[in-house]
Nanobody
Framework: QVQLLESGGGSVQAGGSLRLSCKASRTIGDYCMGWFRQAPGKEREEVAT???????RYIDPVEGRFTTSIDNAKDTLFLQMNSLKPEDTAMYYC???????????????WGQGTQVTVSS
């Protein structure tokens, strides 16, 4: 089990940037790490993943604007979000899954989420 704690959310205007952090309770070098988001009235969607070989995957709406990275020395996952749009408004969650990246949302460990609000 891995406890995950997100931070860094907030309110910004369109075009602005935010950097989300996800601090893990243990080393995550053998985990696939992911970012998800859920907007009001919508289903949760995967935003970005990074596997234990540092391969990254992004959904099309955030490709080129969001970057995920890991600082293994600090057991922390990051999501740098640039050129934010109102449609990026959502609760953002980080998740961890041992060894592999699930193709659905059946991940083993989840954080509590951090709210991102982008105004036009």
């Amino acid at each position: 089990q891995v406890q995950l704690l997100e931070s860094g959310g907030g309110s910004v205007q369109a075009g602005g940037s935010l950097r989300l952090s996800c601090k893990a309770s243990r080393t995550i070098g053998d985990y696939c790490m992911g970012w998800f988001r859920q907007a009001p009235g919508k289903e949760r969607e995967e935003v970005a993943t990074i596997d234990r070989f540092a391969n990254r995957r992004y959904i099309d709406p955030v490709e080129g604007r969001f970057t995920t990275s890991i600082d293994n020395a600090k057991d922390t996952l990051f999501l740098q979000m640039n050129s934010l749009k109102p449609e990026d408004t959502a609760m953002y969650y980080c998740a961890a899954n041992f060894a592999r990246c699930p193709w659905n949302d059946d991940w083993e460990n989840w954080g509590q989420g951090t709210q991102v609000t982008v105004s036009s």
